[in-house]
C-alpha cells in the first residue's frame, strides 16, 4: 500500500469539499438573463418617454427591484458546494481525553408559547450526545423567569420527585404543570436573577450510579423596566459571560428551545471543523441547516425555508461561508471578541476565551461572579452587543451578528449531513407564519439601511458576492412593493379597459414570457435539486406572494413608522403550541385564517380583485374575439386565481374554526371595491 505521497496537497483526512457541477449552467445562464433583463429596461425607457404615467412608473419601479433582488440570488449561484465529514475517523487523529469541552446554550423566554416540557426536550435530547459528559455543559436561559421552567428543569435533573412535594407545599390543586401554570403565572417586566447548578458534572452521576452527568445550569438574567435586554441576542450575552466564568469551553452551540438533537454523534461531526487540531486559523463558526419535524405534505405555508436553510447557505459555502441562522451553530467562541486578528479584551479578565477555569462549577466565589455577570447593569460602557458577542440593534440577532463576524473576518462552515442534526417546530397556522415573517422583515430592514448596511459597509468588507448575498436578506422586505404592484395593478387595469403590457404579436412579449418563465423555472428547478418536490415549490412560491403581499409590507410599514418615533412590540416570540384542531387541520394540508388580523387584508383584496378581472378579461375574450392586448394580463390575473383558491375556499365554501372570519371578507371587500373606485379615477385619467 502507498503511504506517502510526494506531489499535490495532502489528503483531507475528515472532511471533504465538492462544487455542484450546476454552477457552470447556472453562470451561463446568468449572463443570458442579465442580457434580457437589459433589453427589458431598453423596453421601459422608451415607455417612460413616450408617457410617463403612474402604471409605468409602478412598473418601472418594480421591474427594477425585481431585478436588483435577482442580481442579489445570483451571489448563491455561482459557486454551491457540498461537504461531507468522517467522524468516524476522529479517533485517529484526536484521542477521546483530548476532545474539546462544549457549552450548550439553549434560549427560552416564554412559558405559555414555549411549553416548558418540551424545552426539557431539546436540554435532556443534547445532554445524551455521545461526548465525555465531563465536557459538555448545558445551560439554558429562561428570559420569561418562570418558575415553572426552573422546577421543569429540576424535575428533569434529578429525575422527579420536586413537583409533586412543590404542589403539596404550596397546596396547589391543579397537579398538571401546564394546567398549574395557566392559572398561577404572572408576567412581570422586571425579572430577578437565578443561577442555579442542577447538575455538575464532577459529582452527579446517573441512576445506576455509573456514569457522571454533564453540567446543567438553569439561569434567568436580571431584567429592569429602565434598561433594554436586547432579547435573545442580549440572552446569548448573558449566557456567554455566565458559561465563561463557570466553564468557559472553546466550542459554544446555540439552540432555540424548540430544536432538538436529532443525532447525538453530531458533536464528533463538528470536530472534524472546529477541534483546535485541525481548525483554519479564520474559521469562526459551523452551522447546520434548521430542519423541521411535522411539516405537512405540501409543506402549505413553505416553512422548510428551503432557500434560508438549505440552498443559500451551500452557495455561500462556496464563498466565505453561510450567515448564522440563530440555532443548531457551533461557534469557536473566540469569535465573540473581535476579528481574527483584532482581539478585543473583555473588561473582566475570567471572561477571556482563553482563560482556564479552575474553581469548581458551584463553588461560592464561581456563583458569586456568575451572578455578577448577568446582572442588567454589567454591559453598560462596555463593548458588549456592539463589537463583542452577539450584535445588537436587529429584531434578526442571528443574521446581523453572523454578518458583523463574516465582516471581521470570520469564515463559516456549512454541515448538511444526511441525518438531520436537529429538528424543530414549525408553525402552523399562517397568522403566525406571517407575524413570525413581519418580525423578520422588521429586523432585516434595520440592518438593510443601518450604517453596516450589507450594499455599502458589507460590500466593502466581503466583496462583491458576500455582500451581495447578506443584501439579498437585508432587503428581503423590499419585495413587497413590486408583489403588490403585480397583485393589483394589472387587474385593476384589466377592470378598466387599459391594456398595460405589449401585445400578443409584440416581439416585447416574448421577452416578458422569457423573463417570466426563465425566473420561475429556474427556481423550480433550483428547489427541486435541492431535494425538493414540485408541490412544496409550488407552496413555496404561494408563500413568496402571501409573505410580500403581507408579512414585506405590514413589516415595512412597521419599519417606516419605528424610524418616525413610533413604539413597536419588539421581539413577538413564535407560538410553539399544538391545538389539536390546528393540527388536524394542518395535517391535511388547510390554511388557517381563523382570527380576524389585518395581515389578511391585502390578501383577500388581492384574490377578490383577480378573480373578479380574470372573468372579466375571459368575457371581453368572448365578446371581441380577440385576446392581443389584454393576454398578459389575463395571464397574471389568472396565476393569482390559481394561487389564492385555498383563500376563496376560506371565505365561502368552510364552516371550520379555520375559516377567514365574515368580518375580515366583509372589511375586504368593501377595500377592494373603494380601491376600484380610486382607480377607476386615477387610471381614467
Ligand atoms: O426575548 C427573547 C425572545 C426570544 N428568545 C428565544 O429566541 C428563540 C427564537 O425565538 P422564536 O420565537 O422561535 O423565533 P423564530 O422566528 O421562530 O426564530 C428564528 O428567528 C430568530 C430571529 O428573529 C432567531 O433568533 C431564531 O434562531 C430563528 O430560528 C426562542 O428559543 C426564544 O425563546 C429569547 O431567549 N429571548
Ligand atoms: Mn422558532
Known amino acids: ?153 429540576m424535575e428533569a435533573a434529578k429525575f422527579g420527585k420536586v413537583w409533586l412535594p412543590f404542589c403539596r407545599e404550596n397546596n396547589i390543586t391543579d397537579r398538571c404543570p401546564d394546567a398549574y401554570f395557566r392559572s398561577n403565572y404572572v408576567v412581570s417586566a422586571d425579572q430577578v436573577m437565578e443561577v442555579k447548578v442542577l447538575l455538575n458534572s464532577k459529582q452527579d452521576v446517573d441512576i445506576n450510579g455509573k456514569l457522571l452527568m454533564p453540567n446543567l445550569v438553569y439561569f434567568s438574567r436580571e431584567k429592569s423596566k429602565t434598561t433594554p435586554h436586547h432579547f435573545k441576542a442580549g440572552a446569548l450575552n448573558a449566557l456567554l459571560r455566565v458559561s465563561g466564568i463557570m466553564t468557559n469551553a472553546p466550542i459554544i452551540l446555540t439552540l432555540d428551545c424548540d430544536m432538538y438533537s436529532n443525532d447525538p454523534s453530531t458533536l464528533e461531526r463538528v470536530l472534524c471543523y472546529l477541534s483546535d487540531k485541525f481548525r483554519k486559523p479564520n474559521c469562526g463558526y459551523v452551522q447546520f441547516p434548521q430542519r423541521f419535524h411535522g411539516l405537512n405534505k405540501a409543506d402549505i405555508y413553505a416553512s422548510e425555508h428551503k432557500r434560508l436553510f438549505l440552498a443559500n447557505p451551500s452557495g455561500m459555502d462556496g464563498l466565505f461561508g453561510p450567515s448564522y441562522v440563530g440555532t443548531g451553530c457551533f461557534f469557536h467562541r473566540r469569535v465573540f471578541f473581535g476579528g481574527p486578528s483584532a482581539y478585543i479584551e473583555p473588561e473582566i479578565p475570567a471572561l477571556s476565551p482563553s482563560n482556564i477555569v479552575d474553581k469548581p462549577i458551584n463553588s461560592e466565589q464561581t456563583l458569586n461572579l456568575a451572578h455578577h455577570v448577568s446582572g442588567c447593569n454589567c454591559e453598560n460602557k462596555t463593548n458588549w452587543g456592539s463589537k463583542m458577542g452577539f450584535r445588537y440593534g436587529s429584531l434578526v440577532e442571528d443574521y446581523y451578528s453572523g454578518f458583523r463576524l463574516q465582516c471581521e473576518g470570520w469564515h463559516s462552515i456549512f454541515c448538511n449531513p444526511s441525518r438531520p442534526a436537529f429538528l424543530g417546530d414549525v408553525p402552523i397556522n399562517l397568522i403566525d407564519v406571517l407575524s413570525q415573517n413581519k418580525r423578520w422583515s422588521i429586523g432585516l430592514l434595520e440592518v438593510g439601511f443601518s450604517k453596516f448596511s450589507p450594499l455599502t459597509f458589507g460590500i466593502r468588507a466581503m466583496g462583491i458576492l458576500m455582500g451581495q448575498s447578506y443584501a439579498h436578506y437585508a432587503f428581503w422586505p423590499v419585495w413587497f412593493f413590486p408583489i403588490t404592484t403585480y397583485a393589483i395593478l394589472p387587474s385593476l387595469a384589466l377592470l378598466n379597459a387599459i391594456p398595460i403590457f405589449p401585445e400578443v404579436y ?75 384542531d390546528q393540527s388536524k387541520r394542518y395535517d391535511q394540508g388547510i390554511f388557517e385564517f381563523g382570527v380576524s388580523s389585518p395581515l389578511f387584508v391585502p390578501l383577500i383584496i388581492a384574490a377578490i380583485l383577480n378573480l373578479v378581472a380574470f372573468l372579466g378579461g375571459i368575457l371581453h375574450i368572448f365578446k371581441e374575439r380577440s385576446l392581443d392586448n389584454f393576454f398578459i394580463q389575463i395571464l397574471i390575473a389568472g396565476f393569482g386565481v390559481l394561487n389564492s383558491l385555498p383563500l376563496y375556499e376560506a371565505m365561502v365554501l368552510r364552516s371550520d374554526k379555520g375559516r377567514i372570519p365574515i368580518k375580515t371578507t366583509i372589511t375586504s371587500t368593501t377595500l377592494t371595491g373603494v380601491l376600484y373606485a380610486i382607480s377607476y379615477f386615477i387610471l381614467k385619467t
Open 506 to 580: 409584440e416581439p416585447w412579449f416574448f421577452l416578458y414570457i422569457f423573463l417570466f418563465i426563465g425566473a420561475y423555472g429556474q427556481d423550480c428547478l433550483d428547489f427541486i435539486l435541492y431535494e425538493g418536490t414540485f408541490v412544496r415549490w409550488w407552496s413555496d412560491q404561494r408563500m413568496w406572494l402571501i409573505r410580500g403581499l403581507s408579512s414585506y409590507l405590514f413589516g415595512s410599514i412597521e419599519y417606516i413608522s419605528n424610524c418616525l418615533g413610533v413604539p413597536s412590540h419588539g421581539f413577538n416570540v413564535t407560538s410553539k403550541v399544538m391545538d389539536d
Open 1 to 153: 500500500m502507498k503511504t506517502t505521497t510526494t506531489t499535490g496537497p495532502p489528503p483531507q483526512p475528515l472532511h471533504s469539499l465538492k462544487p455542484h457541477r450546476r454552477r457552470h449552467l447556472n453562470r451561463i445562464f446568468a449572463a443570458v438573463y442579465t442580457l434580457a433583463i437589459i433589453s427589458l429596461f431598453y423596453h421601459h425607457t422608451l415607455k417612460l418617454f413616450h408617457s410617463t404615467t403612474i402604471i409605468s412608473l409602478s412598473l418601472f419601479i418594480s421591474d427594477v427591484i425585481l431585478a436588483y433582488m435577482w442580481s442579489t440570488t445570483q451571489a448563491f449561484r455561482m459557486n454551491p458546494v457540498s461537504r461531507k465529514e468522517f467522524p468516524e475517523s476522529l479517533e485517529k487523529f484526536l484521542e477521546r481525553k483530548d476532545f474539546p469541552a462544549m457549552d450548550i446554550f439553549i434560549c427560552t423566554a416564554d412559558p405559555y408559547k414555549e411549553p416548558p416540557i418540551n424545552v426539557v426536550n431539546t436540554a435532556l435530547s443534547v445532554m445524551a450526545y455521545d461526548y465525555p459528559s465531563e465536557k459538555l455543559s448545558v445551560y439554558v436561559s429562561d428570559d420569561g423567569g418562570s418558575e415553572l421552567t426552573m422546577f421543569a428543569f
